[in-house]
């Protein structure tokens, strides 16, 4: 469970700065209901920008933002991606909820509130002292230094050198400390051991995604029901919810699964990772391009236990698509030959690298289940082609000018050609190996404790469910927290 013991002196702290810094916290039931949000908050966002270092974008970390670069308030149905039959290659129907419309472009603000918030509001974390570590393979970093910055907190964003360039160039402008770490997205490892040396210094904080609870408690409660929301606003009679794929970076967005799970108990549950580096499949390893997820180990957030499948997405697939959908005779080639609207096109340039291999997990879900037109499979786009824009650029110098040719290439490879190879049903003992595979990251090398490993396989109440049922008691120590401040009262 998270520790929310409260730390008197730390606590006294950032309610000072907060109310000098004109700081108030949204609950995580506002994020599920931004409807709720105080009227004269929502009066003041009219004229902020979604990206905008301003404490009131806190109040926009939810799914249910409107469409708008500046201005935007909230709506009930999430934005999504329907991903129609024609570009899937499958009968089902596959919702992919969007990211790009969260301060950042990318949904990652919301685990790093979750991981963050909790030290803050119990004191734990003492925003005059404590520097907060963001260790990433990319967005969690960004998600964190920006936040850090709307709490008037000091950041250090930890990510590795083969990112994008546009990670780096806006981190420039917001994180306190940017640390480059040797490799790309899979060197996960070589990120923790730089957690190990700031950990040297009392001041340095760490919010490692990978171990911290409050990640899963955020998706759990706002995306779970977000996803929920979503499915239930545009089923149609008949309908049923027979899946959900997420790709496991931290592996936060598994734990909307479980709350998905409980909702529709029929539903499967795939995670997804890199065919080039396989470690659920068959504890493999390797680098790859999929930007925004991490391998080479199973998250301790990682519900395996509730998982019921497996994917591996070929990186060079999800490659190719990015620069179908984000190129002038790619688009030519989805509106003349595929029949798409001008409004779903630019729809699919919400799709960022790891979005994309969502979306194929979710296309070999639907193979191997032989999933029908009355099915319907949910996923999440972490981030939006905003952030890859140099990548596209990269892909058309390494294979040439694009063609439409080139286009209708890349959709039946790389797309309608996806087979139901390289996946795996998990039975019991299946996931128990995977489960058991957290041993050597978390228990030989990050001193997590044995006992607590065993937990979470064996006594789910306490620990997955306890978790999950913490947002309430948060909320409590968010209001106390926004009380004490006085700015709320004084708006």
């Known amino acids: 469970?998270?520790?929310?013991?409260?730390?008197?002196?730390?606590?006294?702290?950032?309610?000072?700065?907060?109310?000098?810094?004109?700081?108030?916290?949204?609950?995580?039931?506002?994020?599920?209901?931004?409807?709720?949000?105080?009227?004269?908050?929502?009066?003041?966002?009219?004229?902020?920008?979604?990206?905008?270092?301003?404490?009131?974008?806190?109040?926009?970390?939810?799914?249910?933002?409107?469409?708008?670069?500046?201005?935007?308030l909230f709506q009930a149905v999430p934005n999504y991606v329907e991903i129609p039959s024609g570009l899937s290659g499958v009968p089902c129907r596959i919702l992919a909820m969007a990211g790009k419309w969260f301060p950042t472009g990318c949904h990652k603000v919301g685990a790093s509130f979750g991981c963050l918030v909790p030290r803050l509001v119990t004191g734990q974390f003492?925003?005059?002292?404590?520097?907060?570590?963001?260790?990433?393979t990319g967005n969690y970093c960004r998600g964190g230094a920006f936040n850090s910055k709307l709490l008037a907190c000091d950041s250090v964003?930890?990510?590795?050198?083969?990112?994008?360039?546009?990670?780096?160039?806006?981190?420039?402008?917001?994180?306190?400390?940017?640390?480059?770490?040797?490799?790309?997205?899979?060197?996960?490892?070589?990120?923790?051991?730089?957690?190990?040396?700031?950990?040297?210094?009392?001041?340095?904080?760490?919010?490692?995604?990978?171990?911290?609870?409050?990640?899963?408690?955020?998706?759990?409660?706002?995306?779970?029901?977000?996803?929920?929301?979503?499915?239930?606003?545009?089923?149609?009679?008949?309908?049923?919810?027979?899946?959900?794929?997420?790709?496991?970076?931290?592996?936060?967005?598994?734990?909307?699964?479980?709350?998905?799970?409980?909702?529709?108990?029929?539903?499967?549950l795939a995670v997804g990772e890199a065919l080039q580096c396989p470690t659920i499949l068959d504890n493999g390893f390797g680098g790859h391009r999929i930007e925004g997820i991490g391998d080479k180990h199973i998250p301790w957030v990682h519900n395996v236990r509730n998982t019921d499948m497996a994917i591996a997405i070929d990186d060079e697939d999800s490659?190719?698509?990015?620069?179908?959908?984000?190129?002038?005779?790619?688009?030519?080639?989805?509106?003349?030959?595929?029949?798409?609207?001008?409004?779903?096109?630019e729809k699919l340039t919400w799709l960022g690298i790891s979005g994309i291999a969502n979306v194929l997990c979710c296309i070999k879900m639907a193979k191997y289940y032989e999933l029908t037109e009355h099915d319907v499979v949910v996923t999440v786009l972490t981030d939006s082609a905003v952030m890859y824009e140099s990548r596209v650029a990269e892909l058309n110098e390494l294979h040439g000018a694009y063609s439409v040719q080139a286009a209708e290439l890349d959709h039946n490879l790389h797309m309608l050609g996806l087979k139901t190879d390289s996946l795996i049903e998990l039975t019991y003992a299946e996931r128990k190996r995977v489960h058991n595979l957290k041993y050597y990251t978390w228990v030989e090398q990050q001193q997590m404790k044995v006992e607590d490993l065993n937990a979470q396989w064996y006594d789910t109440e306490h620990t997955w469910d306890a978790v999950h049922a913490q947002a309430g008691d948060l909320d409590e120590l968010i209001n106390a927290f926004n009380e004490s401040t006085g700015l709320l009262k004084a708006l």
């Open 1 to 72: 469970m998270i520790d929310l013991s409260i730390h008197k002196e730390g606590l006294a702290n950032n309610i000072r700065k907060a109310r000098e810094n004109n700081i108030i916290i949204p609950t995580i039931a506002q994020m599920q209901h931004p409807e709720t949000i105080p009227e004269k908050i929502q009066e003041k966002l009219k004229t902020v920008g979604l990206w905008d270092v301003d404490p009131l974008n806190l109040f926009r970390i939810t799914w249910k933002n409107q469409a708008r670069e500046k201005g935007g």
């Open 126 to 136: 003492d925003a005059t002292y404590h520097h907060a570590v963001w260790p990433s």
């Open 157 to 268: 964003a930890i990510l590795p050198e083969d990112m994008s360039k546009e990670r780096f160039d806006w981190l420039k402008t917001i994180a306190g400390q940017i640390i480059a770490t040797p490799g790309c997205e899979s060197n996960v490892k070589e990120i923790f051991d730089k957690t190990w040396e700031l950990k040297q210094d009392p001041s340095m904080m760490i919010f490692n995604q990978f171990a911290e609870m409050g990640n899963p408690l955020w998706h759990y409660n706002v995306t779970g029901n977000a996803l929920s929301d979503l499915y239930e606003a545009v089923k149609r009679p008949g309908d049923r919810l027979a899946g959900a794929c997420f790709t496991s970076g931290s592996a936060g967005t598994m734990s909307a699964g479980d709350r998905l799970k409980e909702k529709y108990p029929q539903m499967k």
């Open 319 to 345: 490659q190719r698509l990015l620069r179908l959908f984000n190129t002038k005779d790619g688009k030519k080639y989805l509106k003349k030959e595929l029949g798409l609207d001008d409004e779903l096109i």
